[in-house]
């Protein structure tokens, strides 16, 4: 299962979405979440639907690999899915039994919410996949340099959070080796209640902690061996150059948003 995740991996290709800025995609991406839990109408989501379908076709991604990112998401999406469709109590009642209760409205708002969430899950992995770790980098650096008047760390906080984005796929192999390792010594984690499952899990996470601290000191050690200080006068091999094609992802971004704001005021069905 931990095998399957792709966030923080990169798909190389010569799309349009790759030769993006990132910048400009990060800010898309922002953009695009916030409306995403905005949108009240069905319109709004066919339009959201279509605008991931167009992203998802001009990167010339597979598209088995963003259904990887919900596989090990199934169980959260499902308990998500349940709290919409029992504690919904408005609208009409399609199924009760002693407490619970399913009505039509419920069940509706489940399903979207269920959508909303599988496309927020598409989106945020397809700007993963085609933004290399530097690149990412570079572009968040990029969109907090202005906080740096007020002392702000911005090229450390990009630093940090590419890192940990980047290593969040060697981290589930990891754990998916020592899962092994330790199922071959007699280690059992589907067996028993509750209780016990999560208790198994207690030398997993201790020994996964373990070889994260190991990494990261071995990851501090190699940029002091590189003479890494940070982001002051540091330059750039790759300098970030905008270009016709941002301003096409932007154009289509703010016509994007515009349809939703329309589609909230006018209560299009």
């Not at 750039?236 to 349809?259: H, Q």
Request: contains cysteine; glycine residues 6%.
């Amino acid at each position: 299962m931990f095998k399957d995740v792709t966030f923080g991996q990169y798909y190389p290709s010569d799309s349009v979405v790759h030769r993006m800025d990132p910048r400009f995609k990060l800010v898309i991406a922002f953009a695009f979440i916030i409306v995403l839990f905005m949108i009240n109408s069905f319109a709004g989501y066919i339009t959201a639907g279509l605008f991931v379908f167009v992203c998802v076709a001009a990167a010339k991604v597979p598209v088995k690999l963003l259904f990887k990112n919900i596989k090990p998401l199934w169980f959260i999406l499902l308990f998500m899915f349940v709290i919409n469709v029992f504690f919904t109590r408005s609208g009409n009642v399609l199924f009760s039994f002693w407490i619970l209760k399913i009505t039509d409205e419920g069940l509706i708002k489940a399903v979207l919410m269920l959508i909303r969430i599988v496309m927020l899950i598409f989106f945020t992995g397809l700007l993963t996949l085609t933004t290399t770790p530097i690149s990412l980098t570079v572009g968040i650096e990029s969109l907090l340099s202005p906080l740096k008047k007020i002392k702000f760390p911005a090229h450390e906080l990009a630093m940090m959070m590419t890192i940990a984005l980047r290593f969040i796929p060697t981290l589930m192999e990891e754990t998916d080796k020592i899962m092994k390792a330790q199922m071959a010594r007699g280690a059992s984690f589907d067996t028993g209640n509750l209780y016990q499952k999560a208790k198994s899990m207690i030398p997993l996470l201790i020994t996964l902690f373990v070889s994260a601290f190991r990494r990261a000191d071995e990851l501090a050690l190699a940029m002091t061996a590189r003479c890494y200080n940070g982001g002051e006068g540091r330059t750039r091999m790759n300098p970030l150059k905008v270009s016709g094609v941002d301003y096409a992802g932007a154009v289509m971004t703010v016509l994007f948003i515009a349809a939703m704001i329309m589609f909230n005021y006018v209560h299009v069905i």
